[in-house]
């Protein structure tokens, strides 16, 4: 329940802030490979300190993480494949897994685990599209519902709250 | 009312939105590398609290997935300075004994290599472990290994090849109490076999019978008759130069139906041999039937065998089994891990909430394996006041996943120079060569003046203490074929009797298991050679022994009459139920064979009758053909 009300103050503080819906979609789609992909991998700490430097709403990204991970659970059988096929039926890719895997730093990122790779695969494919739908949901959300929420008592007391302080922190400039 | 890409008017202020001008925005928040470097930092002091016990148990998990037994360790030291990893307190359980370790160290240090670590992939310079024990008894029992997972599968498939090759108990049944017995006739292969051959010869008959009338003789036959018969007397003259080439057409024709059916007649010829040739390989495969079921109804009589192999077999197969059984083991395992060739290597990948998938490997020729352990050197002491006692040093090199990049055999040798007065010495050294296609094991264990192993010898009330003698082993595996041998010299051999029953301690059963037990109670040095040869999967045990050899003979002398008697009992029985079932199949394979015979030379005969009176014809027509002006034959 505390769960469900944090992720539902953190979404109508993302969707008051001051970030551009360009922000907030970037944000969004970098979250969603925190939680498309398997977590415990180097690209998802990549991830992470983007969101933490770059100039997007780090609150859309931890709501895209828990958005997103029940359906990269669904998806895994997808991925597995998608992976399996890359890594083991494309010949042509061979040379290339082959080069990567004998340099430094690269087999740490776990690419040739089937999984990781084609949930990064379908992260990427799916960047655009999640940038895309998110900017214009938040549009259409603040040019319809937004006023009214920001006016109301609910909206004063998520913002009034200590939480809201640190959170501004990361909310984009 | 605010809109995208404008700065939203102030909470609560109740304004109308205004249209601000656009901010500029620097890409980087720079104050969001503040938590950044705290991350590092917590990640840093983790690592520090508790990164090596995190380690510890992460190779504990690996090691005991890969070997498939228990593998404990007390302390982990990692130096990150001088690339050094230091395991204190290691422990790895017997596969085969849950209460016993297979190997303990005190100290196991190795050395690193940095740059492949960066690859992720482990390079040991050098390994040493210190204060090494073998075979001590554990505490706890030592977990099971996964039942999915590798290892089980592999002890599970051994028990499997093992059951294959274990021989029945030794029987030592008084002759004399040999009654007859009675055979089911649907035990006996060579009925099972007749009965299919029937089934065979019938349809094999059915064919040849279908196949006669496919010949379509009598259309041809009643052509012929009608063509000779219509030109019967007819003279050239008669005919004139139209009906006479007409005529001569008509015999033509008629003799080419005639060549044809022949044809036909002669592929059935050659069907109906092929037919009797199959149904006489039948009966002759009845005969190898015939003699595994002598061996079978002997083996309802529990007869004992005074073969020297199957005494061998029954006595010391057991034990023979054992030792090969833990070498293929070991041999499965490296297999398995070491696999040939540089193909991209498929395996299970980590245990995670998400789906582990596979993870694969890209081996590259002229670069690091996954794994090397360049040299490893162990000193091993054993104490106590036994035959073990003593200092052994053991060196392995190249040991490795992928063989094919280091391209060097791993050889490993282990030696022991007893001391406390014990002559006793252990020397091993072993090839596994994996770096070709193909691979090419080979493993060479003495061990003189040590303990011999204790066992009871199967279906007798008697134990055999080895005590103190030599044995060696060797194996040689190339690809699928493997030739071990295992020799065994016990040159003060003790003998115990043991219970038959909880009451009767050495009670003897009859006279055959009394003369039995004399003989291998005069035996004071024992001999065994265990020979394991052919393929890996399915390979032939041969074992024998001086023993076996002695009691053969004695059991020869004494029970040899009997025993001949007995068997020539049963193979009477077996005869009797085998000759009244293949009798039919012999009558119908001299029918099928007659029949064949009979029905083709019926069909030539009466061909060849037609084709000479077609080509009387023929001649009688042709003669004229020079008064006629005809055309020549061709």
């Given at each position: 329940m505390l769960a469900l009300l944090k992720t539902l103050q953190s979404l109508i503080k993302e969707l008051h802030s001051d970030g551009t819906p360009l922000q907030i979609a970037l944000g969004a789609a970098l979250g969603a490979a925190l939680g498309l992909?398997?977590?415990?991998?180097v690209h998802n700490a990549i991830v992470l300190a983007l969101l933490l430097?770059?100039?997007?709403s780090f609150g859309a990204g931890m709501l895209a993480w828990g958005l997103f991970v029940p359906l990269g659970f669904i998806l895994d059988p997808v991925f597995d494949r998608v992976g399996h096929m890359l890594l083991m039926e494309t010949p042509a890719l061979t040379p290339l897994w082959t080069s990567w895997f004998n340099?430094?730093?690269?087999?740490?990122?776990?690419?040739?685990n089937t999984v990781v790779l084609g949930s990064v695969v379908g992260w990427l494919v799916l960047f655009i599209p999640i940038v895309l739908l998110v900017k214009f949901l938040v549009v259409r959300y603040r040019a319809t519902y937004g006023e009214r929420v920001r006016k109301s008592k609910f909206y004063r007391a998520v913002t009034a709250s200590q939480a809201y302080n640190v959170y501004r922190w990361f909310s984009p400039e | 009312m605010s809109i995208a890409g404008s700065a939203p008017s102030s909470?609560?202020?109740?304004a109308e939105p205004v249209l601000l001008p656009r901010q500029r925005r620097?890409?980087?928040?720079?104050?969001?590398i503040i938590p950044l470097a705290l991350i590092l930092l917590a990640i840093v002091v983790v690592w520090l609290t508790m990164g090596e016990a995190l380690l510890r148990n992460t190779i504990e998990e690996a090691a005991t997935k890969f070997l498939g037994t228990e593998v404990d360790i007390a302390q982990l030291d990692v130096s990150l300075r001088d690339a050094t990893v230091e395991l204190r307190g290691v422990s790895i359980a017997d596969p085969f004994d849950?209460?016993?370790?297979?190997v303990e160290a005190d100290r196991v240090r190795g050395v690193l290599e940095g740059r492949p670590l960066l690859e992720r992939k482990i390079i040991l310079r050098t390994l040493v472990l210190g204060g090494m024990r073998t075979g001590t008894t554990r505490r706890t029992p030592s977990a099971p290994?996964?039942?999915?997972g590798f290892a089980a599968a592999t002890l599970r498939s051994l028990d499997v090849w093992a059951a294959r090759l274990r021989k029945p108990v030794a029987s030592f049944t008084p002759i004399d109490t040999i009654r007859s017995i009675v055979l089911d006739?649907?035990?006996l292969a060579t009925v099972k076999r007749a009965l299919e051959a029937a089934s065979r010869a019938d349809s094999l008959q059915g064919a040849l019978v279908a196949s006669y009338r496919g010949l379509a003789l009598e259309p041809v036959l009643d052509s012929a008759r009608a063509v000779t018969t219509r030109l019967k007397g007819a003279s050239p003259r008669a005919l004139g130069i139209d009906g006479t080439r007409q005529a001569v057409a008509d015999v033509r024709r008629t003799i080419a139906q005639v060549d044809s059916a022949k044809k036909r007649v002669e592929a059935l010829a050659r069907d109906a041999k092929t037919s009797v040739a199959i149904v006489d390989d039948e009966l002759h495969a009845l005969d190898d039937a015939r003699r595994a079921d002598y061996a079978f109804a002997r083996s309802l009589l529990k007869l004992p065998s005074i073969e020297g192999p199957d005494l061998g077999g029954a006595l010391f197969g057991d034990v023979s089994i054992d030792r090969f059984q833990k070498v293929m083991y070991w041999a499965e395992m490296a297999q398995k891990y070491v696999p040939p060739g540089l193909l991209p290597r498929e395996k299970p990948g980590p245990q995670r909430l998400r789906m582990a998938g596979s993870t694969v490997s890209f081996p590259k020729a002229r670069e690091y394996p996954d794994?090397?352990?360049?040299r490893g050197d162990i000193a091993l002491a054993v104490g106590g006041r036994?035959?073990?006692?003593g200092n052994y040093a053991a060196t392995i090199t190249?040991?490795?996943?992928m063989p094919a990049l280091v391209r060097e055999p791993t050889r490993f040798t282990l030696s022991r120079r007893s001391t406390?007065?014990?002559?006793a010495s252990i020397d091993s050294r072993g090839v596994l060569d994996h770096v070709g296609g193909r691979i090419r094991d080979s493993l060479g264990v003495t061990a003189s003046g040590v303990t011999l192993p204790s066992f009871p010898l199967p279906g007798l009330p008697i134990r055999a203490n080895l005590g103190a003698g030599n044995s060696r082993i060797d194996v040689l595996r190339v690809g699928n074929r493997i030739a071990a041998r295992w020799t065994m010299d016990a040159p003060d051999v003790a003998w115990q009797r043991t219970a038959t029953?909880?009451?009767?301690?050495?009670?003897?059963?009859?006279q055959m298991e009394a003369l039995a037990l004399r003989v291998i109670e005069g035996v004071d040095d024992l001999n065994i050679t265990a020979d394991l040869t052919g393929d890996i999967a399915k390979p032939t045990l041969n074992v024998r022994s001086n023993l076996d050899q002695l009691l053969a003979e004695r059991l020869r002398t004494v029970g040899g009459e009997e025993l001949a008697k007995a068997e020539a009992k049963v193979r009477a029985q077996v005869d009797r139920i085998v000759d009244e079932k293949t009798a039919p199949i012999k009558a119908k394979a001299d029918s099928l064979r007659a029949e064949g015979e009979q029905r083709v030379a019926e069909a030539r005969a009466r061909l060849d009758d037609e084709k000479q009176k077609l080509d009387d014809r023929l001649k009688a027509l042709l003669s004229a053909r020079g008064i006629l002006g005809l055309p020549g034959t061709e």
């Open positions: 992909t398997p977590i415990a991998n430097i770059l100039n997007v340099t430094p730093l690269v087999p740490y990122t776990n690419f040739n | 909470a609560g202020t109740g620097g890409i980087v928040r720079w104050k969001g849950r209460m016993r370790n297979l290994a996964p039942k999915n006739p649907a035990q794994f090397l352990l360049k036994n035959a073990a006692t190249n040991v490795t996943t406390a007065g014990v002559v029953s909880p009451t009767a301690a050495g009670a003897v059963r009859n």
